[in-house]
Every structure is written in C-alpha cells, then in structure tokens.
C-alpha cells in the first residue's frame, strides 16, 4: 500500500539558511499534520491543513510557514535556520470522515541538521 | 504541563513475557487513544487505538484497556519478541474544527532481549 512521502529525507543547512521540507500524503488523504521531534524527545505537533485550509496551529514558530496545494502535497518553509531546528520532521496524513480523522500514517521523516 | 504522562521511561523484557506500558492524561475532552511504535530512524507506525466507549480493544499480540474515569490506558504486548524491541508513543487526540492533532506522551523505550 502507499506511504505517506517525504523529501529529502536528509539535509544539511547552515545558520541562518532557508529550508523546504515536503510532503506527499497517501493517495486520497485530504489531512497532512506536521510534526518535529527533537533527539530523544515525542513528536510535537507544528500545523495542520486540511482540504488546502490551515485546520490547527501548534508550536510553530513565526520564522516558519507551510501550505497545502491544490494536490494535497504540502510544503514546510523555514527560514533564519537555528541549531535548535536540528531536528526529524514528519509529516502524517489522514481522511476525513467519521472514523478515519483520527488515523495519522506517518512518513519516513525528513532529518534536518543545522551547522 | 505534560497533557499525556507515559511510564515507564525504558522497559527490559525476557522474550516471550509480558510488556505492559502506561499512560495517564488529563484533559477529558480526549476521545481517542493510538499507540504508536517507532523504530531508530523511522516515522511512528500506528499499531492500534481505542474510543474511550470500550474498555479493552484486541489486535493479535497487542491489547490496549482504558479506564475512563481513573483517564488512563495501558498497552500489552503478549509474548514479546525481539523484534518488538522499539520506543513506543502513546497519544491522544480529540475531534476538533478539521485538525485532530496528536498529544504524545514522552515515550517508552522497550527492549526485549533473547
């Protein structure tokens, strides 16, 4: 069955750099949900898009931003990177419906470094 | 404050023996629990959730029960095997306006040795 995609799935960026992470959810998933998960750490929760709206915001900050497009892919925008960023993120997806909003499908993860 | 407290932090279990995890929440609103495990590396795989409208739900080798009015909730995994040695998450969510995002608790780091 088909995954939840990502890429790249490593990138390495300086201080100060911008980064573009993306997210390819499962053929006919209409929610992507970004997570970050620092090492050792659970994954928190940074935003939400649903059908191409922003659905939910959690511990995002200002200095990054994403969409959703008209195919359902999403892109993760960070800006003035910082060492703290070094980090996995991941993007899940799930369909709306009775039942199935509550079930994410996780990718493989995009691993940042920040130098 | 941790919304979802999971323990134990790590776990050693003998193959073939019981591994039992924990987590507690607070916020009542919750109405739906996932366990997620996740291997070094790799994305979170959901391996089985519950509604707080049933008190046990089984999956072959992975049980989860609730107890709603204790809002705490436990993963068993009968007859472990090695390679069920990863971290494993839970999570709660609740319905909300499009977006049904994941609280996870700190994570459980189990390992099940020969």
């Known amino acids: 069955a088909a995954g939840v995609i990502q890429s790249p799935r490593h990138l390495i960026k300086e201080k100060r750099e911008t980064a573009t992470l993306k997210c390819y959810p499962i053929?006919?998933?209409?929610?992507v949900y970004w997570y970050q998960q620092g090492p050792g750490q659970d994954p928190q929760f940074l935003i939400s898009f649903y059908e191409k709206m922003q659905s939910d915001k959690g511990s995002i900050p200002d200095r990054f931003s994403a969409q959703q497009f008209s195919d359902y892919h999403s892109e993760l925008n960070m800006s003035s990177l910082e060492l703290g960023d070094s980090a996995l993120y991941f993007c899940?997806?799930?369909?709306?419906?009775?039942?199935?909003?509550?079930?994410?499908?996780f990718g493989p993860g995009t691993r940042l470094t920040v130098t | 404050q941790q919304q979802v407290k999971q323990s134990p932090q790590s776990l050693i279990v003998q193959k073939g023996g019981i591994s039992i995890i924990n987590c507690a929440y607070e916020?009542?609103?919750?109405?739906?629990f996932p366990w997620y495990q996740q291997f070094p590396g790799k994305g979170p795989a959901l391996l089985i959730a519950?509604?707080?409208?049933?008190s046990e739900k089984k999956e072959g080798r992975f049980t989860i029960s609730f107890n709603k009015s204790a809002k705490q909730f436990s993963l068993h995994i009968m007859d472990s095997q090695p390679g069920d040695s990863a971290t494993y998450f839970c999570?709660?969510?609740?319905?909300?306006?499009?977006?049904?995002?994941?609280?996870f608790g700190k994570g459980t780091k189990l390992s099940v040795i020969p």
């Open positions: 999570a709660a969510s609740k319905s909300g306006a499009g977006s049904y995002q994941l609280t």
């Open positions: 916020n009542t609103a919750f109405d739906y």
């Open positions: 053929p006919r998933h209409d929610t």
């Open positions: 519950i509604r707080p409208d049933v």
């Open positions: 899940a997806s799930s369909l709306a419906g009775r039942k199935s909003s509550y079930e994410q499908y």
